[in-house]
């Protein structure tokens, strides 16, 4: 079985400043990994996924993810943020080896820039 | 290019009655489909998903259900509704085939049982 854990359930961070949000995950097989971000009453969308290859992985508004298999981390940074970054994030695993698509995600972090 | 549609977006329903939330995809054939709930402050947590027509995997004992009878189409119901199915539902889904794909999430329906 998969499980995942967000470190922090919220992130206050003021505009034009670093973060990073951290994300552990446990696993006895392959994994794909992923970030979602969330706006208020709204769905998912995916921000990036790591499947294989290069272990960063960078979104097109600025967000990377870094894999570390020893250290079984997808910590998700930014280098400066904005207002509009102020959501949810939620990190969330895969089986490589499944079929079903199944997620399992962690807790969520919401992230609240400060101008 | 696939859409997923899922309504209403939000319902306030009276304790004891009945629940029907209908999501639908476009553009593709086949898909897993998903119901995921998310509770004030909690993560998400998979309810059901579905590989196919008629085909429902439930992942969590509770009083909801599902049913997928057509093939882009799931619902997620209850006959009687505690306070405690309260929440944000979101459907997703997948490609039925290929594994290395991300889900696809719906707008939400936020639920309250009052």
């Known amino acids: 079985a998969q499980s995942v854990t967000q470190l922090d359930s919220q992130v206050p961070v003021f505009e034009e400043a670093p973060v990073e949000l951290r994300c552990n995950y446990s696993s006895s097989v392959s994994v794909y990994l992923f970030w979602y971000v969330q706006y208020p009453n709204q769905g998912l969308q995916l921000l990036l996924k790591?499947?294989?290859?290069?272990?960063l992985v960078k979104s097109i508004n600025g967000f990377e993810a870094e894999f570390n298999k020893s250290q079984t981390s997808f910590h998700l940074r930014k280098p400066s943020v904005h207002i509009s970054d102020t959501a949810e994030y939620f990190c969330a695993v895969r089986p490589a080896s499944s079929n079903t698509g199944k997620l399992i995600f962690g807790q969520g972090t919401t992230l609240q820039v400060k101008p | 290019s696939q859409t997923i549609h899922q309504w209403p977006a939000t319902l306030v329903q009276p304790v004891g009655s009945p629940l029907s939330l209908e999501c639908t995809v476009e553009?593709?054939?086949?898909?897993?489909l998903y119901w995921y709930r998310q509770a004030a402050g909690r993560g998400l947590q998979l309810l059901f998903y579905s590989v196919g027509i008629g085909q429902i995997s439930s992942e969590v004992p509770q009083n909801l259900s599902a049913s997928r009878p057509q093939d882009r189409q799931f619902i997620l119901s209850s006959k009687k509704l505690l306070l405690s199915d309260s929440g944000f539902y979101l459907c997703?889904?997948?490609?039925?085939?290929?594994?290395?794909?991300?889900?696809?999430f719906g707008q939400g329906t936020r639920l309250t049982v009052v």
């Open positions: 553009g593709t054939s086949n898909p897993n």
């Open positions: 790591y499947l294989s290859g290069s272990t």
């Open positions: 997703a889904w997948t490609p039925g085939t290929g594994f290395n794909t991300e889900a696809f």
